[in-house]
């Protein structure tokens, strides 16, 4: 019997590859994918960071913390204030998918390893926007995401050009940043 000729790289060492790409996991960029034209996306992902959209994504995500802790904000029910969901270093967390999300590193320094699905043809995933007095919805952006660098910027424009005001209380969406009263933190688990 012939066994199919396979094409596989070599280990790396991901504590030398981050130290390589460090310059590039802090804002504006923060996430440098691992590997290219690979079965699944795994990024490393760099603190501190600056978000306010709910990613809704149709597939699962894997979070490990390497360095730092970090809050994968959840909104579970429109109408009701956020849940903060507390990953510490060395802590993995299983997301399902659809939840909406909103990872929050306010440590700067802070690493993690994010590892995704990619999404085939025609899956859409989107962001979403809450309002911050009331938590409705204030915006959907809908997309299918062919590559991060280039699909999402246009999307997120999109909002924060809009008048992003909520449909349900009137109050206006600040944007980019949190409002102080809303701004993560994060806290090793005692």
């Not at 596989?8 to 290219?36: A, C, M, Y």
């Not at 960071?49 to 579970?76: A, C, I, S, W």
């Not at 940043?177 to 701004?183: A, E, F, G, K, R």
Request: hydrophobic share 35%; proline share 11%.
């Amino acid at each position: 019997m012939t066994l199919p000729q396979l094409s596989f790289g070599t280990p790396i060492n991901l504590e030398s590859w981050i130290d390589e790409h460090r310059d590039l996991l802090k804002p504006p960029v923060g996430n440098v994918q691992v590997f290219d034209d690979a079965g699944l996306i795994v990024m490393v992902v760099g603190g501190p960071n600056q978000r306010t959209d709910f990613h809704d994504d149709p597939t699962e995500e894997f979070f490990y913390q390497l360095k730092g802790n970090m809050v994968l904000r959840v909104m579970e029910e429109e109408g009701r204030p956020p849940n903060d969901v507390q990953i510490n270093e060395g802590d993995v967390f299983l997301l399902p998918p659809h939840v909406r999300h909103s990872p929050q590193r306010p440590e700067a320094g802070s690493i993690g390893l994010v590892v995704e699905i990619p999404r085939p043809e025609g899956l859409r995933e989107a962001f979403e926007w809450y309002c911050t007095e009331c938590h409705h919805l204030v915006h959907r952006a809908e997309l299918q995401v062919r590559s991060i660098v280039d699909d999402l910027p246009p999307a997120f424009q999109g909002f924060y050009d809009s008048d992003r005001k909520c449909p349900n209380c009137g109050a206006v969406h600040p944007g980019k940043t949190w409002p102080q009263t809303m701004t993560p933190a994060t806290a090793p688990r005692v």
